[in-house]
């Protein structure tokens, strides 16, 4: 455990970039070999347009990084957050609980507060109008979004008084478990549906993305699916009655292309069927 903590003590850039180009490359190969949907989008296009929003989340978190640290060593040095008043304990229970904290502040709550607040909601629904997820969507965020995240993942890091290795290590499981369950493949049922008690898995994540609610405002998790199963927003659905998108975009215009993407939040409102927010 002590050479892991090191490790990510002094994980180099180039390590979580080769994660972020690896993963992607990964399941972009198991995606064509074992594809869940058999789209008839022009792959590639899809991916550029993804990736467009990947180097933009890149180009935001950057700059911030600095806050971040500064933040750990704060916390760190004032003896401050849940995992810093907690009695000693084995370094892997001390990994896990932190990681659990990180999910839970950090992830599961932003990501519900997206569904919920609408000035939130106006720049997260970039991430629903691709109607053709595969692992590229993973990381299809607007620059705006990419600042509020960020702002409660410093949060999650004071909360929780966690150290900057077990914020990168956390990182690191985000990054590969978000292009896995975003991923356009195919898991025996049964293996996904075990997973499922533990992590968040394509078929999971998939009802996540389907294009009306109820389904939109659910399975908001990001590691672990404890979190949707705890507070009541994991649903199910059969893998072939998902369909990708958000009711309110559908059309290739405005959800396939990045100029307008980009001028979603900044426009009109327009309510999704069964809507709770306020006129």
Do not use: C
């Not at 792959?43 to 990736?51: D, F, L, Q």
């Not at 999910?103 to 629903?128: C, N, Q, S």
């Not at 979603?264 to 069964?274: A, C, H, M, S």
Request: proline content about 5%; overall charge negative; charged content about 15%.
């Amino acid at each position: 455990m002590d050479n892991i903590i090191n490790y990510f003590a002094t994980i180099p850039s180039s390590h979580r970039t080769l994660l972020l180009v690896g993963g992607i490359t990964v399941f972009w190969i198991i995606e064509n070999a074992v594809p869940l949907y058999r789209f008839t989008y022009n792959k590639w296009k899809h991916a550029g347009v993804n990736i467009f929003f990947t180097i933009t989340t890149i180009l935001v978190n950057f700059p911030l990084a600095f806050i971040l640290v500064k933040s750990a060593d704060w916390a760190q040095d004032n003896d401050f957050g849940l995992l810093n008043w907690l009695p000693t304990m084995p370094a892997w229970l001390y990994a896990i609980i932190g990681m659990l904290l990180l999910d839970l502040i950090g992830a599961y709550t932003i990501h519900w507060a997206e569904h919920k607040v609408r000035w939130m909601w106006r720049f997260h629904l970039i991430h629903h109008t691709d109607t053709n997820v595969d692992t590229t969507s993973a990381n299809r965020h607007h620059p705006g979004e990419s600042v509020f995240r960020f702002v409660f993942t410093t949060l999650a890091t004071v909360i929780a008084g966690a150290p900057m290795w077990l914020v990168f290590m956390y990182q690191f499981f985000s990054v590969l478990l978000s292009q896995f369950n975003h991923a356009n493949i195919a898991l025996p049922k049964w293996l996904d549906n075990a997973l499922s008690w533990v992590i968040i898995t394509p078929d999971m994540h998939h009802v996540h993305h389907h294009y009306v609610l109820p389904y939109t405002d659910s399975n908001y998790g990001n590691i672990f699916s404890i979190w949707d199963r705890l507070f009541g927003t994991y649903m199910t659905l059969d893998r072939d009655k998902v369909v990708y998108g958000i009711d309110t975009y559908m059309d290739a215009a405005e959800n396939a292309h990045i100029p307008p993407l980009l001028k979603i939040p900044f426009q009109e409102y327009r309510k999704p069927v069964g809507s709770k927010f306020e006129e």
